[in-house]
């Protein structure tokens, strides 16, 4: 497939922007934009298919935009093809939830011009193949899903994210860019191929690590650059929301993927340490912050973090491999993180959808003011239903599959020979478990404050279901949600070539196991059938249901619910989004929020009610954040003084400059 | 013919763990009621109830949806799936490839995860405190378990259950630390899975402290009676992983003949027996605990888990 055809897609995605804009907010042109967007992603996402199942060689082009005496250099390989496979899938289902939700937007021109601009935005960062292309993307791309967050202005809350959004991205494209500037050397060779050609020092390697991890990962949401993602990607409307996690964090993925596996040369051991390191501590911090949250999208944008925190540590696990010539190990590792990228991309996107389903149909995103929805809403449920068992890794679903293959990849790390990683690994094997049992109590709470038990309020009352097509949109991720889960195989081989391209050998080839099992090393160490598992669950549940119903009793009586003998009359008296994370709350807040809980309680007479206080800290925000910002206001609190010189004063300070900077010229070695 | 062989097995052994898992509660219960000097229910009474409960309507509340209807069938599924796999009296499962331990214990994540949502669709705070409790003690037993999971499969080379049961028997195993370690978690994690005190009691109702019958307490009928049996089926599921990793003597390995293959049964029971006696006596000698102590109680189960990890990084020989 050749990289013009997905170039010339793009430009697609660029003039329907500019289309956008002339038709302001005409009615028909919610249908034109998302329906366009629609078509030119799917074409993208049947053209990255064809070239990653067909294997073909890496396609590149040249167009003479750009720095003058580079270029702009695109290119297609296989990584660049998942990728852009991943991100045109979430992106095709956005359009189609756009087509239908997207006409409850009540400023749809906010939304309409910068919804297609965000996906060229993001699918040129794939292609680019120099660093300035890549750097003018990946900016091109914050911008666009900036004003994306800032569609609901008025909102009180969002102006807050939007900032705290667009300092951050500032953040890791400046640290990109001075990643990019170590890699390309004092030549100043930007090509991809000139850098990878070019190699640097391990000590600059090290450096460039870290600039990476800072750009991509805070991009990424990766602990602790991860503030400003739960605030800027619920702001959004909801299929921007799923675009913005499902998605854009996968492309920063992908930009620490090309630049550390495929950039930076061979690695050295320990670049795994930190990444596995900061991969499972994002992961459990991700979603013990998702637990404590009472916001829909809220939970949604921690359990992200979670995710991505998942896939880092997958990454790393892989790095750490191929550093020491474990070539199937490392391939099994990143196999299972690119798995994920995927499973992530697909289930995050059908929550979000259903999130916003639920705000369409209710107005409401407070889990607090929801619940009963299953009886009014029954498909929209169902499908989030499936996307809260996938995210919380149950079998036969496909998050399980990628938990799974990750699992056996640090099984497989006892035979690495540095102290550190083998003292590490296990601990990383432990946060990971930890983190998935801990989303499958987050995701639980999820559904059953949201969906389950009866309405908290008139609006979750008198919710109807969606219309057809957002349902659509749901329905085809649920689907892939079962189907990725119960024909893992075929994943995997389709990932075969990128996981050589990264790690120089692929996982065996699963396509030729008898059942459509999969065994990551041999049959006899360890195999997995979701599809033999799907059935065996489906036959015994359909078997038992026909030997009750037909042998022993089939009669339902509906009646008041039981509850002990007391039942309660006001909905309020249910389990709240607070209350069943309190107990974990207990368990895990003391340390990881300093949580403290504070009884108020009236002495016996006394009249007044009760109170009970809980006070929890962000201590990222609190120690690493708050610090700054106060020094950045001290600082520009003296510097203020500046801003009112005379032009005598102005003019020394400018010529002491001048000195100062030929003096560091002339001392310079 | 070795598929017919495998074949005849799995499915005795399907419906063998389901005759064995109401006679394995009552059992308990008989075995209870003896050292507590009661008489106590009859050791069938499980299946009586069963039968009852599955010839009564079933009484739905008015506002369950319909996966409380769902939920009891898949649960109850999920448990069977994952007690067909573990070995109990031979290893020669035609399906034990289908799914290694790894997927077992999550497949009992699933059958937890769809209870705790059942408990919360009617929408009452008993259903609610059951399952908010319930998946309290999960997010500490499942990684738990997990970590028993990597120390079992990085001594036996394997996740795969009939080739950890094999490596068990051969000489090959020696005493290790770091399987004691995991021999201990496992039975902590057991005792915490199925409810049993210290950390739930089975035989409670109408109390602040219960958990799995909070989770339940609106069902009746023959949801009920799946919703009992596939939390028999658990507990079974459980005693058969012990006595299939740690005890794996008498099981018939592939191939055998008929003759070994009854032996097997026959040890089977008397590993079942001995291990419902051991619960029993564990039960009535200790006192139930708050709610906030299973944490630490479950958490030496994690901490242990994890040390037998780590010695099996360090040292091959631990």
Avoid at chain 1, 532 to 540: E, H, M, N, P
Avoid at chain 1, 583 to 594: C, D, N, S
Avoid at chain 2, 42 to 48: D, E, H, S
Wanted: charged share 10%.
């Amino acid at each position: 497939m050749p990289v013009a055809f997905f170039l010339a897609c793009d430009a697609g995605l660029l003039i329907l922007a500019a289309l956008a804009v002339l038709l302001h907010s005409r009615p028909v042109a919610t249908t034109v934009i998302y329906g366009g967007a629609l078509a030119l992603c799917l074409a993208q996402l049947a053209g990255a298919l064809i070239h990653l199942v067909g294997d073909f060689a890496p396609s590149a082009v040249v167009l003479p935009v750009g720095l003058p005496w580079i270029g702009a250099n695109f290119r297609l390989d296989a990584l660049s093809a998942f990728f852009l496979g991943v991100i045109n899938l979430g992106a095709a289902s956005a359009s189609l939830y756009g087509l239908g939700a997207g006409r409850h937007e009540p400023e749809p021109q906010r939304v309409l011009p910068f919804f297609p601009a965000f996906l060229a935005g993001m699918n040129l960062v794939l292609l680019a193949d120099d660093a300035f292309t890549f750097l003018a993307s990946w900016e091109f791309m914050s911008l666009a899903s900036w004003a994306l967050v800032m569609a609901h202005h008025r909102e009180p809350r969002n102006a807050r994210a939007g900032y705290v959004y667009i300092v951050m991205a500032s953040v890791g494209t400046m640290a990109l860019l001075l990643a990019f500037g170590l890699l390309a050397g004092p030549a100043g060779g930007y090509a991809f191929a000139a850098i990878r050609a070019n190699g640097v020092t391990p000590g600059l390697a090290a450096l460039v690590l870290g600039l990476v991890l800072i750009g991509a990962g805070s991009k990424a949401g990766l602990a602790p650059l991860h503030v400003w993602l739960p605030l800027a990607h619920p702001a959004a409307p909801s299929h921007v929301s799923a675009l913005m996690s499902g998605v854009m964090t996968k492309v920063a993925v992908y930009g620490f993927i090309r630049i550390v596996f495929d950039l930076l040369g061979p690695a050295a051991w320990w670049w795994g340490v930190p990444v596995m390191a900061l991969g499972a501590a994002t992961a459990v911090l991700g979603v013990l912050h998702a637990l404590m949250q009472t916001d829909l999208k809220r939970v949604l944008a921690y359990s992200t973090i979670e995710n991505i925190g998942l896939i880092f540590a997958g990454l790393g696990l892989a790095l750490a491999f191929k550093a020491n010539g474990f070539a199937a190990a490392a391939a099994l590792a990143a196999t299972a993180a690119l798995f994920h990228v995927l499973n992530h991309a697909i289930f995050k996107s059908l929550l979000f959808f259903g999130a916003g389903a639920v705000l369409t149909a209710t107005g409401e995103r407070g889990m607090d003011r929801l619940g009963g929805l299953l009886n009014r809403m029954p498909a929209t449920g169902l499908f989030v239903l499936i996307g809260c068992a996938a995210i919380s890794a149950l079998p036969p679903l496909n998050g399980f599959a990628s938990d799974w293959l990750l699992l056996q990849s640090i099984l497989l790390s006892p035979q690495l020979p540095q102290w550190a990683l083998k003292i590490l690994a296990p601990a990383i094997g432990a946060m990971l478990a930890l983190a998935a049992a801990l989303a499958a109590a987050c995701f639980v709470r999820f559904f059953g404050v949201a969906f389950l038990g009866r309405p908290r309020s008139a609006a979750a009352e008198a919710a109807r279901e969606i219309d057809p097509t957002t349902l659509a949109a749901m329905g085809f991720l649920a689907l892939l949600c079962v189907l990725a889960g119960v024909l893992p195989g075929f994943v995997i081989d389709a990932l075969a070539p990128v996981a050589r391209g990264l790690t120089g050998a692929q996982m065996p080839w699963q396509g030729g196991i008898a059942w459509l099992s999969i065994a990551p090393i041999a049959e006899s160490r360890s195999s997995y059938n979701g599809l033999l598992v799907f059935l065996f669950i489906a036959a015994s549940a359909s078997l038992v249901a026909v030997a009750i119903h037909r042998l022993a009793s089939n009669v339902v009586r509906r009646a008041p619910a039981w509850d002990c003998g007391f039942p309660d009359a006001s909905p309020a008296t249910q389990y709240t989004a607070e209350s069943f994370g309190q107990p974990i709350r207990r368990v895990f807040g003391p340390f990881a929020f300093r949580a403290q809980e504070r009884l108020d309680m009236p002495a016996p007479g006394d009249r007044r009610s009760a109170r009970l206080k809980v006070e929890m800290h962000d201590l990222v925000w609190e120690f690493l954040y708050l610090p700054v910002v106060r020094a950045v206001e001290y600082v520009a609190l003296r510097l203020n003084r500046l801003q009112f010189l005379t032009i005598r004063q102005y003019l020394s300070v400018v010529f002491g400059a001048l000195v100062a900077l030929l003096l560091v010229l002339a001392s310079w070695p | 013919m070795a598929l017919i062989g495998e074949l005849s097995v799995q499915i005795s052994q399907m419906l063998l763990v389901l005759l064995l898992a109401p006679l394995l509660t009552g059992f308990v219960r008989k075995a209870k009621a003896r050292l507590l000097r009661r008489r106590g229910p009859p050791l069938l009474q499980p299946y009586r109830d069963l039968l009852r409960l599955a010839r009564k309507e079933a009484v739905v509340a008015h506002s369950a949806s319909w996966l409380f209807r769902f939920v009891p069938y898949l649960v109850f599924a999920a448990t069977w799936v994952a007690a067909a796999l573990i070995p109990t009296f031979a290893t020669g499962l035609l399906f034990s490839w289908s799914a290694d331990l790894i997927a077992i214990i999550a497949l009992l994540g699933s059958a937890r995860f769809f209870l705790a949502l059942a408990g919360m669709d009617v929408g009452t705070s008993f259903g609610g405190i059951g399952a908010s409790r319930e998946a309290m003690f999960a997010t500490l037993a499942e990684p738990a378990m997990i970590m028993i999971v990597f120390t079992l499969a990085l001594v036996a080379g394997s996740t795969q259950l009939s080739t950890m049961a094999g490596f068990m028997t051969s000489p090959a195993v020696g005493l290790r630390v770091s399987l004691g370690m995991a021999l201990i978690a496992l039975v902590i994690v057991a005792i915490a899975e199925n409810g049993r005190i210290p950390v739930d009691n089975p035989a409670t109702h109408l109390e602040l402290t219960m958990v799995h019958e909070a989770m339940t307490l609106e069902y009746s009928g023959r949801h009920l009676a799946l919703i009992e049996l596939a939390s028999w089926l658990k507990l079974l599921v459980y005693v058969s992983l012990i006595s299939c990793v740690f005890a794996p003597w008498g099981l018939a390995h592939e191939g055998k003949g008929f003759s070994a293959h009854a032996i097997g049964i026959l040890v089977y029971l008397g590993k079942l027996a001995l291990a419902g006696i051991l619960l029993a006596l564990f039960e009535t000698t200790i006192a139930k605990m708050r709610v906030f102590r299973v944490p630490d109680f479950v958490g030496v189960a994690l901490m242990l888990g994890f040390l037998a990890v780590l010695l099996r990084f360090v040292s091959g020989s631990l």
